[in-house]
Each structure stands twice: as structure tokens, then as C-alpha cells.
């Protein structure tokens, strides 16, 4: 399993309190850092580290601190929507161990000089709202939080921002959006880091990416990276496995684990089931046969296979999935979900979703084939990443299991119907 | 005018002038307004416009593009069950038609003691226990419809009190 | 300046121009639906994708999202971009009703025309198509949202560009809804725009709804005359009926919009009661008859009295044709006159206006786009010249702080600040504001002498109210900071003076700030014309009326009595008179009692025509066609009868111009009067103002000039600017006058689709005003007035000044009983006369 780092001292059944956590070295790193160090030093240390976004994209932190801009007040918002279908690991990262995820959000507040964070997080998870809700006040009482964190000259404050629930107020702009009481549609046309949130510098950083802060502030960046297995990589990834295998969850596992690996510690296949194909990262990215279980779980790796480790939600199908039936699926999630901005994504999505769902049915015809081709490429011209996402199983279908479309178009059905 | 009870409006206008922008309130006064008169209702698009000074058709906006706020009426309980791919993989779309079945209504429908409305929902999160469902902010996995009908059961029974997102 | 090349061509543009806008340069339309010049790029439609061949950008990328750079290579044509914008075509056309046939956008509709040059001919998706119910949205805007494409454009001109937020965007991905939150009439009088913005049939004319395909009208560019703005038209004719006008982009004046007042008001033309046809008593007779019949019974009144004895009124809504000829008349024959103005004190504060405007000073509604700090004195821009207020909401866009110095319950869709004082206290503001601007030794020091001395001159009284007072410092010292602040003053209901202190003002801060603007509003769409042509010399035709010198007066396109705020003492000095002739397209009181009537043409028909909006600009109106009345008409409805004619039905109206040049003519027995070329010779030897006209080209007239004098005619600043203007006997109120946008204005208040809009006429006091007196929203009062009695009902609000009664000048209401100048009332002259309905 490797050394847990964000999961440490995992309960079944609860979540790790403030006493917990301080026993295992927990808000050191605050306070080692808070009046001491300065947040350029702190940028510097997360930039050294090789931290890489755990929200889908993986820009490295770093980085993206750097380019903070210069007014005030400054607002991080750490992201906790997590709809991307199959992804968990928010969710158990918060239930964790709650405090482990508020001192990476202080220290990353202090790296950036927040005055300000919104904890945005989805309405599905209204038990961990409210659970982050009163840690933070625990947090405050004991000073980590508020007015002169410290006793240092630091303030910052955390509130908890409850979405009203769709997918697409997880993409940093719309979610700025969201929080201002507008339409949440994604805005390309700003620099967050300037002008976000109230016009004002804002960093958007996945919770998981700020839960990372606190150990490698405590143990160094070199550690960090060497936490990895991948060549370039660095720290752990928790991974959620879900679908047919024995124990599906959520492990914290060194980045770049490969697949089977992963897949192990899952418990494997379940009774009765073989590998067909597995989505390595969420329902945005590409389905990948058995040929690629030797995969390592890594930004980089995968990229080089064309596929993208996303939010590193594994989702296994087995031989009795039909993937035509998943992909409707998804697209139906897609089409439901869509903000209707941009034109590929509005009724570009719905027409592939009409065309699977015939292929489903039994209607399929073979100029589909490259129609879906087509227009799933096209989808990458859209106005923001949610389109290409919803693209990226109809090409991974399409590469990897064109004869499954084709048997649907040749027998009339469905080949799994009735199975 | 207003049909708010006073308290609750002096509440949430306090709580919109807290706020350091108004707007920042817009979804928890839609909350707020939700729990209270059952839904979203018309009025209480009007009564959010009123209190965080915007027009109806900007809250409107909003509230039309939500999945958690219902612009009409729904059941004490509204039942999320997730129709996202790894619940699929489980019941292709069993848990929904057992729901509606068993209660005799159809996508969001109420049933008829006013207690339930059904809603296909996108991956709740919880597909570790997939099939899944979410009820009142509490989730529920490994669905059968044994365990449904204990579910259901219980919710009839127990009083509990509706959380913000429901 | 980078340099691209689109298509192999290079082109050179500025800095931050888009590359779908280099393209446009060159000639290439890129296909688009999102972008629009006057909104920007969004990037949502997704249909104007190129290939970037070489350079910084690679692949295909939206061409209006992208700056043009150096080096850029770009190919509209490229395989990859265009399969793409195909699919993008089908995309929109997944659901799209394609019912082109009964759509009224159809012949002018871009998703038609993209569709086509898309290559999008044959349907592949075989899905339901979602539908929508669509929304009663007023009178103006019909809805069909079934053909909606998602474009935005209807959305943010609403929301952004105009500040009004009662329509917008519903629901999410394709279930997304344009519309307002229940259905209603739209409130933004510019909602018209969305119309002309929308790239399909979804939002489509109403009152001109199945009137006819764009390629059966007449279409012209034309000229709005419902305020002194001067937006511009394109203007449509079919049958002889006025169909529809469209807003036509001027850089300089109205950009790409126009306001629902503009766009609606032209149906004063196609007025069933219009006078079509000239009278000689109650007798209906041809045209040359009545005039020469006019011209004899002028001829002997002035042979009986003197040429004295015969007066011309005209008015600001004429052409400057019609203006000039006018005036070359009234010399010609040495009649009184002309007077273009309904009353002394307003011919006066116009004049003032026009005397302090120069090409230093003037600023265009474009130019005040750019301003960041806007006074606007004494007026209400919503309602007087809307068109202002959309230049105001883009200023402040820009960040420009815009305050507001005006007793009215002024509404602007923007962020404003606005001071609600006595029009008595507008010129005191205006003072304060400039010494709160800059400190005494900045003034003395840096101003050059005459403004330092104009600067010594300034009296500080305060103003009564601490906390309006505190206000407008506040606002001086953010004055201060600001580097091109420009004045907007209305000549209407303010003091005489306020005009010229506002020009004061300006100057003032043109001396401190290096720049300084200077934006008049003025009363009617020629009024500019009018007030160089009126010269300095006074005209008061009503005294001379009344005291009986004057025996004929020849009103021309003009009503006083509608217009003359003292209608008994006009109806009696009416009495005075021999003859009146009347000339005029409105059915108006005044044309009905003219004892011979000759009918003239509008800005639509049969003549070129020339207007000089606020800011000193000539510009053009184009025939549309020959005017006659409307078929719909003849035929009332049904076939029009077949008998055939050699002649228009109803065509016999000529321009004003035309018949005054006639009448000249005939009175003097000789075909003098100047031709149209002439006239311009003729006006510009008659005001330095018009001096440029003379050597103007027919092109330079089509595109319009701005006629500016380099150097205002008027000394530079006002000898007195301390002089406090009158103010009302202790415990009275000042009535004011006001416009309204919609059924105050005199031709739009002949327009129905207008008048189905118009708000009904109110008085308008001060809350706690009206609760002192014991009286209530909503009740019928009696306004006692010097000239009789006005049953009108009672509005109150919070954000107004205090000692003042508003009521518009409704078409609805018989207000013409105050008299000129300011009117005082005591408050007991305001009387309930029921309870609230
Ligand atoms: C459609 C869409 C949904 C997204 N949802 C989430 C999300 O739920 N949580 C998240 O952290 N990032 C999400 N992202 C990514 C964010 O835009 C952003 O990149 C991320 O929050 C940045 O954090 P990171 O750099 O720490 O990964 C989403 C992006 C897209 C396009
Ligand atoms: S791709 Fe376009 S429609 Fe889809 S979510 Fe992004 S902006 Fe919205
Ligand atoms: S109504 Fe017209 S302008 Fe508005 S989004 Fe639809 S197509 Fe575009
Ligand atoms: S602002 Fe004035 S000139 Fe412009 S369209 Fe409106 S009424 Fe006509
Ligand atoms: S797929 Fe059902 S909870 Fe995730
Ligand atoms: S015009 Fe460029 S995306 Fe719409």
C-alpha cells in the first residue's frame, strides 16, 4: 500500500479529531510556517515539491501560485464539488481526517496571501459540509483560523459554500461564478489569478492538492517527490476503485502505482468477472482494454497512452458490461449535465447520445461510426474541457472496442441483452 | 407583500446583509426558501429576488439551472438515485423503477401521502457502494429492494428533520 | 500594428483586434453568431473557427477569440475549420423548428444564411426535437424560442449592455430558455435591439409581424425625430404603409442601437387621420388651389396691414430644408418670424446652448462613452433622450462615475449617484462641485486668468441639506482624480442660466484638466437648426398676436396648440387673427383649425431631408418612397378597390419646403425662392454656424458633418456666475413640465404602437409632501393652475426633491394652463378628489 500520507490513521468509522491529528505532528507545519517563513518561501517549497493538481488537470500548485496577481483581498477557494462520476476520494479525504485538510488550506492561504477561503463543495455531501463547518470552528478556537492566526499578523477565514448541485460548477471559472451568484458558465476571458472571484486574484486548488501542503511543508519536497513511482511524478494519489471489483474504495497509493497494482489492492476482479476495460480517471476520461493494466497511474504515463489519469477514479467494467451501453450512459450524464455555453457541447453531445442510444437499440447504422469519430473530435473545439471530457469514452470506445459497435450494428441488438 | 413569517425574514435579511457581497447568498436564501415553503416555489423566487435585490428573473437564472432546487413541488423526501455509470454497472436502472413502482409515481413525481418524490441523479459520490441513493443528505448503497422497503419504511416512521440540501 | 495574413492576404491591424475582425477588413465575412461588434467576443457559438496555419496560435481556434499578432498565418477555408463550422451548423439546427416559410427573419436571417454557406443541407440527427412555449413579451417583441440558437447576443445587450434585468437565460444545457421570468412586457426601452441583435427568428418585429419580406420593402437610411439625439435608421415602406425601422450604425451617434421610442414612433405616418389633403375652409381642394388661394388672402391681409401682419411659427421637428425656406419667406416677404419655439424662455435657453457649443467642447454620445466623470444637470435621460442612457450605462462600464443633479426620481440602468435638488439649486451644485474639484491655489495658480477669475467668481453658499451637500463634495473630490469629465444639461425644465452655467463649468474643467466635454439635449430633433436660424433677435408671436398686430399666421409643421403652455391666452390671441394657414403631416388641433391646410410630407417620403442633431451634426434622411396613404388603408383592410388612378391615393402631401417655396413664389409673382442647392448658399451667409453648408458635397451631406463653429459664437464664460436664478415664494412648489419616453413626445405620441405603452399621466409628489397634505398615492387630485383646473392621479417618491409637483406634458392630459416660465404653486392648489381606485 506505501506510506499513507493524506489517509494516515484511518478510522472505519470516524473522522480523525484536532487532538488526533496534532499527535501525529498535525498543524506543525502552520506553525512552523505562519510569521516564520515567508509565502514566497512556501510557493517556492510546493513549486520544488512537483505537486501537480489533483482536480483533473494536474497544473502543478506551484505554479499556479506563482502567477497570483497583486490586489487584495485575495480568495482560495479549495474545490470540493468532485462530480466527475466514479470519484470519491473528496469525500473520503474530508472524512478522514478533516483537519489534515483545513491546515492545507491555511497554509496554502498563507502561500498566496488569502484573506479569504470559500470552500465550495456539493450538495450530495451536505453530512461533510457540515462536518467541515464544525471542524473549522474547532480549528478557530484553537487559533489556527480567523484573526492573527498564531498570534502572527496572518488572518484568514474559511465558509463553506454549498452548491445547488451540477457538474460543471466543479471547472474552476464557472465555480467562481457560482459562488458570485451568477450563472455558473465557465469565463476563459478572465485570469483567475488576476480577476476571479469579485474581480479580485483567486486560486482555485482541488482539496487533495491542498491536503498535500501540510507534508510537504513538514518533510520537504525532496521526500514528496520521492514519495512517487513514476519517473517525474510525486506523493501519493488516492485512487477510488469502483465497479466489479472485491473491494472497491479509496486508496492512498504512491503516484504511478500501475493499474494492477491498484487493481489488487482492491481485492480484484470480483467472483465471475474479468477485465474488459477500465476508465483510469473518471468518467472524462478514455476506456482502456487489459492490454494497458501494466499502466502507471501518473499525469505523464498515461498522457503518453493518449488517456489522462484525471481524477485517478478507476471505474472497472467487466466482460458483462456492454461498454456501447456505458458510453449512452455517460453521455446521457454529459447531455443532462451540460451548461448549454458553448454549441459543440449543447447539441453536440445529445446528437452522439442519439446515436449511441440507437446503436443501443439496435438501429445503428455504419455511417454512425464515423460520425461519432467526427464529432467526438470536434468536441475538443468547445469552449472549456467539460465537452473533450465527455468525448473522451466515445473515442476510447470507438479506438478500443469499434467491433462491440459493430456487432450491436450487425445483430440489430444489443449483444448483451439477455445475457 | 412579503408572506414570510417575520422571524425568518429578519433572519435572511440579516444574513444577506452580513454577507460581503449580497449575491455570495443567492443559493442559501434559495435553500432556505426551499425548506420553508416545501419547494421553490414562485413566491419564493419572488420573496429571494426581494431580499437579496435582484429581479426574479436573475434568481430565476439561477434556480432553473440547479439540480438541488426544485422549481415545483416535490415530497417531504426527495430520493437522488444515482443513475451515474458505476451504479449502472450494478442495476441498470432497477433501484429507479423499483422506487417509482413501489411508490406510484413517475420522475419527479410526489407520491400520494406527499412523502416522496423520486429523482434520477448523477454519481452521488458514493459508488464504493454503488448501487447508491441519497436521501436527505444521508446515503444509502447496496441497494436491494428489500433494503428499499426498509428504508422507506423507517423514513415513514421516524420523524427526522430535512437538512439544507436535501 | 501586427501584420497577419488570412486567406494569402496580408493585412496590418491595431493592436487587440480580433483576427474575425482583420478578416472583416479584408473583406472575409467569417461566419458568426456570438460576436458582435458592439458586444465583443464570447466564444460560445463556436462558429467562426479557423485554422492557424503558422504562428503563435496553432490548429483551429475560434477566429474571435484570437488577437491578431505577427507572423500569424490563417486559413478560413481549410478542410479541418470547415467541417467543423458544418457540424457546428448542424449542431444548431438539431432542433431549430425550420419553419423559414411563416418565420418573419426569413430573407434576413444569419442562421438561414450561415446555414447555406455552412453546407449544411441534409438532416442526419433523427431525434426529437426539444420545444418550448413561448412568452408574451409586450408589444414590441414577438418570441418564438423554438428557433433559438443559443447565440447570447439577446441576453447580454439586455443585461450588459443596456442594465435591465428582466429577461435573460432559463434552465441549462439545450433546455436553456431566453425569456423573462413570466411572461409580461419587456421593460427596457431599448428592448427593441434584441430584435435587430437576434441572428434568427426568435425575437421578430410584432407591430410589423407578416408584414412583408425584407426584399419587398422600400428600405432607405433615414433619421430618428422623436429627440434631439439624431440616432440613425434604416427605415422600411410597403404599399405605401411605413412597415418597421431597424437601427442603422452611426460611429459617432447611436452605434448599433437605438431605443424603442426611435423605433416605434415612425407610425405616426401611417395616423389614419392624417391630413392627406389640402382645404380651403371646410372644403377639400387640390393642393396648387389651396396655395394659391393662401398666397392670395396673405397677400391681402399684408397689403390691408403691412407686411407685419402676417407671421410664421414653425418648429424643431422640421427639416432644415423646411427651417430654411422659413426663414427666406419671412424675409423675403418681411413677415414676423419665424418663432420655432413653442415659448420665449425655451427659444432662449436653446439659444444659450447652441451659442457655448464648439468643436473644443462638443462631444458626441460616442465620446462620452469614454468620459469618467459625467455630470448630468437637469435631465432625466431615460425619458428624454434615452439613447443618452445607454451611453451613460457604457461609461460606467468603463468605470466613469456618473452623478446626477436633478429634482426628478431620476432612473438610470447603471450605477449612479444622483442629488435631488430644486431646479433652483442645479446651478449651485454645479458651482460646488467645481470648487470641491480643485483646491484655491490649483485654481489661481494653474488656470489661466480667465478662468482664474471666472473660478474667483464662484460664490459658495451651501446648499440647504448637510447631507446633499457632503454628497456633492465627496463627488468634487473624485472629480478631482478624473482626466476627461464632460456636463450633460438639458435645456427643458431648468433655470435660463443653468445652460450657459453648465457651459461654464465645462470650461472650467477643460482649463484644469486639459479636457473637458460638453453634451446638450435639446428640444426636438432640429432644434439645433432652429436656434442658429432664430439668431438673437426675440420673437414672441403670442403678445404680438394679442396685442393684434398680427393678422395671418402661417403655422408650419408645427401645433402650439399642444405645444404653448397657455392654450386660453393662444386660443384667444387665435381669435385675433384673419387667417391661419396651416401646413403639417399630423393630424393636430392646430392643422384642424387652420382656415386653409396644406398637407406636407414626413421625413419618409418623396424629399432628401437634413436634420442638426444636439451635438451640431448634419445628417441626412433618405426618401423611402412616394408616401400616399397606405393600401391597408384604401382598402380598409380587405382588396383595395380597382379603379385605376394616374395619381397616388393620398399622394399629394409635398415636402415643406417645397410648398413654402411655392407660396413665395406665387406671393411675390415670381419664381425666386432658392432651389435646394441655393438654400445651403443661402443659409450659410445667414449664421456663421451654417457656413461650412455651402461647400459641402452630396456626399459629405449623406454622410453627415459636424457643423461646429471652431469657437463658441458666445463669450466664454458667464459674467455672473454667482447670480442665484429665481427661486419660488417661501412655501410654494415649482410645477415642472416633463417629458416621459413614451406620450410626451409630440410625433411618437401620434404612433399606436406607442401609445399601447405609454404610462398613464400622474402628478408627481414628494412622499412626505403628499402625506402632509393628507393625500395618497393612487387618488385623483384636482392641480389648480393659473390657467384652469387638471384632474390628474397622484404618484409619490423618496428620491425627489422635496419642494417640487412633477407632471408630464402627457398627450393624455390637458396641462397647457401653467403659462411660461417657471410655474409656483401653493400646495393648497393640489386637492384630493376621491379615494384611491
Ligand atoms: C467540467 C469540469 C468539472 C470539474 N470538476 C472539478 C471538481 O469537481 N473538483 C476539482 O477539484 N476540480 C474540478 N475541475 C477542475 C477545475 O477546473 C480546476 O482545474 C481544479 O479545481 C484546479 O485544482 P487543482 O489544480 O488542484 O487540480 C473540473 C473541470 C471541469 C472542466
Ligand atoms: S463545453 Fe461549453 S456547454 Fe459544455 S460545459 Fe463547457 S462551456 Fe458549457
Ligand atoms: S433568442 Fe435570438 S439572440 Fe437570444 S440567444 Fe436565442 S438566437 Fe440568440
Ligand atoms: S434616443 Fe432619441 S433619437 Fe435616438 S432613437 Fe431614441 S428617440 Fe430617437
Ligand atoms: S455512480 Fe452511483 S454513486 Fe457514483
Ligand atoms: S463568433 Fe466566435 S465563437 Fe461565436
Redesign the interface.
Given at each position: 500500500m506505501g506510506e499513507q500520507v493524506l489517509l494516515l490513521n484511518r478510522q472505519p468509522d470516524r473522522p480523525l479529531s484536532l487532538e488526533e491529528y496534532r499527535q501525529s505532528g498535525g498543524y506543525e507545519a502552520l506553525m512552523a510556517a505562519v510569521g516564520k517563513r515567508t509565502p514566497e518561501e512556501l510557493r517556492q517549497l510546493v513549486l520544488a515539491s512537483g505537486l501537480r493538481g489533483r482536480g483533473g488537470a494536474g497544473f502543478p500548485a506551484g505554479k499556479k501560485w506563482s502567477f497570483i496577481g497583486k490586489g487584495h483581498p485575495r480568495y482560495l477557494i479549495p474545490n470540493t464539488d468532485e462530480m466527475e462520476p466514479g470519484t470519491f476520494k473528496d469525500r473520503v479525504l474530508v472524512n478522514v481526517n478533516p483537519h489534515l485538510v483545513l491546515e492545507g488550506i491555511i497554509l496554502s492561504a498563507y502561500a498566496i496571501s488569502a484573506a479569504k477561503g470559500i470552500f465550495f463543495i456539493r450538495p450530495s455531501y451536505e453530512m461533510d459540509a457540515e462536518l467541515i463547518e464544525r471542524e473549522l470552528g474547532v480549528a478557530r478556537e484553537a487559533g489556527f483560523l480567523g484573526e492573527n492566526i498564531l498570534g502572527s499578523d496572518f488572518s484568514f477565514d474559511l465558509v463553506v459554500h454549498r452548491s445547488a448541485g451540477r457538474y460543471i460548477c466543479g471547472e474552476a471559472s464557472a465555480q467562481v461564478n457560482a459562488i458570485m451568484g451568477r450563472r455558473p458558465h465557465p469565463n476563459k476571458e478572465v485570469h483567475m489569478t488576476d480577476a476571479g472571484l469579485w474581480g479580485k486574484p483567486t486560486i482555485v486548488n482541488n482539496v487533495e492538492t491542498l491536503a498535500c501542503v501540510p507534508a510537504i511543508l513538514r518533510k520537504g519536497p525532496d521526500w514528496f517527490k520521492g514519495l512517487a513511482r513514476s519517473k517525474d511524478g510525486a506523493g501519493t494519489k488516492l485512487f477510488c476503485v469502483s465497479g466489479r471489483v472485491n473491494r472497491p474504495g479509496c486508496y492512498e497509493m504512491p503516484m504511478g502505482t500501475p493499474f494492477n497494482e491498484i487493481l489488487d489492492e482492491a481485492g480484484g476482479m470480483s467472483p465471475g468477472s474479468e477485465l474488459k476495460a477500465f476508465l483510469p480517471g473518471g468518467a472524462s476520461t478514455s476506456f482502456m482494454p487489459p492490454k494497458f493494466s501494466q499502466v502507471q497511474m501518473d499525469f505523464e504515463p498515461l498522457k503518453e497512452t493518449g488517456n489522462r489519469l484525471g481524477t485517478g477514479a478507476i471505474m472497472v467494467f467487466d466482460q458483462n458490461t456492454c461498454l456501447v451501453g456505458a458510453t449512452l450512459n455517460l453521455l446521457d450524464y454529459f447531455t443532462r449535465e451540460s451548461c448549454g455555453f458553448c454549441t459543440p457541447c449543447r447539441e453536440g453531445l445529445p446528437f452522439i447520445r442519439d446515436l449511441l442510444l440507437r446503436l443501443e437499440h439496435g438501429e445503428g447504422k455504419e455511417e454512425f461510426i464515423p460520425m461519432l469519430k467526427q464529432m467526438a473530435h470536434h468536441m475538443f473545439k468547445a469552449y472549456c474541457a467539460f465537452a473533450p471530457g465527455a468525448a473522451s469514452p466515445v473515442l476510447g470506445l470507438l479506438h478500443h472496442f469499434e467491433a462491440e459497435i459493430r456487432e450491436h450494428i450487425s445483430q440489430r441488438q444489443c449483444p448483451f441483452k439477455g445475457k | 407583500m412579503s408572506t414570510l413569517p417575520p422571524e425568518l425574514q429578519t433572519e435572511l435579511a440579516q444574513q444577506v446583509a452580513a454577507a460581503?457581497?449580497p449575491?455570495?447568498?443567492?443559493?442559501?436564501i434559495?435553500?432556505v426558501l426551499q425548506k420553508h415553503y416545501g419547494y421553490m416555489s414562485?413566491e419564493a423566487?419572488e420573496e429571494a429576488a426581494a431580499l437579496?435585490d435582484?429581479?426574479?428573473?436573475?434568481?430565476?437564472?439561477?434556480a432553473?439551472?440547479?439540480?438541488?432546487?426544485y422549481r415545483e413541488a416535490v415530497g417531504k423526501f426527495v430520493i437522488?438515485v444515482c443513475?451515474?455509470?458505476?451504479c449502472?454497472?450494478f442495476h441498470?436502472g432497477s433501484v429507479f423503477d423499483y422506487l417509482c413502482e413501489k411508490l406510484g409515481v413517475c420522475a419527479g413525481g410526489v407520491s400520494a401521502d406527499g412523502m416522496f418524490t423520486v429523482l434520477p441523479?448523477?454519481?452521488?459520490?458514493?459508488?464504493?457502494?454503488?448501487p447508491a441513493m441519497?436521501i436527505n443528505?444521508?446515503?444509502y448503497g447496496h441497494l436491494n429492494p428489500e433494503k428499499i422497503d426498509a428504508i422507506l419504511e423507517k423514513l415513514r416512521r421516524e420523524y427526522c428533520d430535512l437538512?439544507?440540501?436535501? | 500594428m501586427p501584420t497577419l495574413r488570412i486567406d494569402q492576404r496580408e493585412i496590418s491591424v491595431p493592436q487587440g483586434t480580433k483576427v474575425i475582425e482583420a478578416a472583416e477588413k479584408l473583406g472575409i465575412m467569417i461566419p458568426r453568431f456570438c460576436y458582435h461588434p458592439a458586444l465583443g467576443s464570447l466564444g460560445a457559438c463556436r462558429m467562426c473557427a479557423v485554422k492557424f496555419m503558422e504562428g503563435p496560435v496553432k490548429g483551429v481556434e475560434m477566429s474571435c477569440m484570437v488577437e491578431a499578432a505577427d507572423g500569424m498565418v490563417v486559413s478560413t477555408t481549410d478542410p479541418e475549420a470547415m467541417e467543423f463550422r458544418r457540424y457546428v451548423i448542424e449542431w444548431l439546427m438539431l432542433n431549430h423548428p425550420h419553419d423559414c416559410p411563416i418565420c418573419d427573419a426569413g430573407g434576413q436571417c444569419l442562421l438561414q444564411d450561415e446555414t447555406v454557406s455552412g453546407g449544411h443541407g441534409l438532416r442526419r440527427y433523427q431525434g426529437l426535437k426539444r420545444t418550448f412555449e413561448d412568452q408574451y413579451l409586450g408589444e414590441f417583441v414577438q418570441h418564438e424560442m423554438n428557433r433559438c440558437i443559443h447565440c447570447w447576443r439577446c441576453r447580454r445587450f439586455y443585461q450588459e449592455f443596456a442594465g435591465y434585468f428582466d429577461y435573460g437565460a432559463m434552465q441549462i444545457g439545450n433546455r436553456m430558455y431566453f425569456g423573462r421570468f413570466a411572461p409580461g412586457p419587456l421593460e427596457s426601452p431599448f428592448a427593441g435591439n434584441i430584435i435587430d441583435l437576434c441572428p434568427t427568428g426568435v425575437l421578430t418585429d410584432k407591430p410589423s409581424r407578416y408584414k412583408g419580406r425584407r426584399w419587398d420593402l422600400q428600405r432607405g437610411p433615414s433619421l430618428c425625430l422623436h429627440c434631439s439625439l439624431g440616432c440613425n435608421l434604416v427605415g422600411s415602406a410597403r404599399y405605401r404603409e411605413m412597415i418597421r425601422v431597424e437601427a442603422r450604425f452611426h460611429g459617432a451617434v447611436n452605434g448599433y442601437f437605438i431605443c424603442d421610442r426611435g423605433r416605434y414612433g415612425f407610425a405616426y405616418a401611417n395616423h389614419p387621420d392624417r391630413p392627406r389633403q389640402a382645404r380651403v375652409g371646410e372644403e377639400a381642394a387640390p393642393l396648387d388651389q389651396a396655395l394659391k388661394t393662401a398666397a392670395q388672402r396673405l397677400g391681402q391681409i399684408r397689403e390691408r396691414y403691412g407686411p407685419g401682419a402676417v407671421a410664421a411659427w414653425g418648429s424643431t421637428r422640421s427639416s432644415l430644408e423646411t427651417l430654411g425656406m422659413l426663414q427666406w419667406l419671412c424675409q423675403d416677404q418681411g413677415w414676423r418670424g419665424p418663432q420655432f419655439f413653442p415659448q420665449a424662455s425655451l427659444a432662449r435657453r436653446v439659444k444659450a446652448a447652441v451659442a457655448r457649443l464648439d468643436t473644443g467642447m462638443a462631444v458626441s454620445l460616442r465620446d462620452l462613452e469614454n468620459a469618467d466623470f459625467i455630470v448630468v444637470a437637469g435631465a432625466d435621460p431615460v425619458q428624454e433622450a434615452p439613447m443618452l442612457a445607454l451611453a451613460l450605462r457604457q461609461a460606467a462600464r468603463r468605470g466613469a462615475t456618473v452623478a446626477v443633479i436633478d429634482p426628478r426620481p431620476v432612473f438610470l440602468p447603471l450605477e449612479y449617484e444622483h442629488l435631488p435638488v430644486s431646479p433652483g439649486d442645479i446651478d449651485l451644485c454645479l458651482n460646488l462641485l467645481s470648487q470641491a474639484a480643485r483646491s484655491e491655489e490649483a485654481a489661481t495658480g494653474k488656470l489661466e486668468p480667465d478662468a482664474a477669475r471666472f473660478y474667483g467668481l464662484l460664490t459658495s453658499t451651501n446648499l440647504e441639506d448637510p447631507l446633499l451637500q457632503e454628497r456633492l463634495l465627496a463627488l468634487g473630490r473624485k472629480l478631482q482624480d478624473c482626466l476627461r469629465p464632460v456636463i450633460v444639461c438639458n435645456t427643458d425644465m431648468v433655470r435660463e442660466t443653468t445652460p450657459a452655467r453648465a457651459a461654464d463649468q465645462a470650461r472650467l474643467l477643460q482649463a484644469d484638466k486639459g479636457q473637458a466635454g460638453l453634451f446638450y439635449l435639446l428640444p426636438g430633433p432640429n432644434a439645433y437648426g432652429a436656434a442658429l436660424l432664430a439668431g438673437r433677435e426675440e420673437v414672441d408671436l403670442l403678445a404680438a398676436m394679442e396685442q393684434g398686430g398680427v393678422k395671418a399666421l402661417v403655422v408650419v409643421e408645427n401645433d402650439p396648440l399642444g405645444s404653448c403652455p397657455d392654450q386660453e391666452r393662444l386660443l384667444r390671441a387665435l381669435d385675433n387673427l384673419e387667417l391661419l394657414v396651416g401646413l403639417d403631416y399630423l393630424p393636430s388641433a392646430t392643422a384642424a383649425r387652420s382656415q386653409i391646410f396644406l398637407p406636407t410630407t414626413t421625413v419618409f417620403e418623396k424629399e432628401f431631408s437634413h436634420f442638426i442633431n444636439q451635438e451640431g451634426r448634419l445628417q441626412q434622411a433618405v426618401p423611402l418612397h412616394q408616401g400616399g396613404t397606405p393600401i391597408i388603408q384604401v382598402g380598409q383592410g380587405s382588396h383595395p378597390p380597382r379603379t385605376f388612378l394616374d395619381a397616388i391615393p393620398g399622394g399629394e402631401p409635398r415636402p415643406g419646403a417645397g410648398i413654402l417655396a411655392d407660396l413665395a413664389a406665387a406671393l411675390s409673382g415670381e419664381p425666386a425662392p432658392p432651389t435646394a442647392g441655393d438654400l445651403w448658399d443661402y443659409l450659410s451667409g445667414e449664421h456663421e454656424g451654417f457656413s461650412q453648408l455651402a461647400s459641402l458635397t452630396a456626399s459629405a451631406l449623406g454622410e453627415g458633418v459636424h457643423l461646429l463653429p471652431a469657437e463658441a459664437q458666445e463669450p466664454a464664460w458667464s459674467p455672473e456666475p454667482g447670480e442665484k436664478p429665481p427661486e419660488p415664494p417661501a412655501g410654494q412648489l415649482e410645477l415642472l413640465l416633463v417629458d416621459q419616453t413614451f406620450g410626451t413626445e409630440e410625433l411618437g405620441s401620434y404612433a399606436a404602437p406607442l401609445q399601447k405603452v405609454e404610462e398613464e399621466p400622474h402628478l408627481l409628489l414628494h412622499t412626505d409632501l403628499a402625506a402632509d397634505l393628507g393625500l395618497a398615492p393612487g387618488e385623483q387630485v384636482a392641480l389648480l393652475l393659473p390657467g384652469g383646473e387638471v384632474t390628474v392621479r397622484l404618484q409619490t417618491a423618496q428620491n425627489m426633491a422635496p419642494g417640487v409637483a412633477i407632471m408630464p406634458r402627457h398627450r393624455r392630459l390637458h396641462w397647457q394652463k401653467t403659462g411660461d416660465g417657471p410655474v409656483w404653486l401653493p400646495p393648497e392648489n393640489i386637492k384630493k378628489l376621491s379615494e384611491p381606485l
Open positions: - | 460581503d457581497h449575491r455570495e447568498q443567492v443559493i442559501n434559495m435553500y414562485d423566487v437579496l435582484m429581479t426574479p428573473l436573475e434568481v430565476e437564472e439561477l432553473t439551472f440547479y439540480d438541488f432546487i437522488h443513475d451515474g455509470v458505476v449502472w454497472m441498470e441523479s448523477a454519481c452521488l459520490g458514493f459508488c464504493d457502494h454503488a441519497l443528505g444521508v446515503f437538512v439544507i440540501c436535501r | -
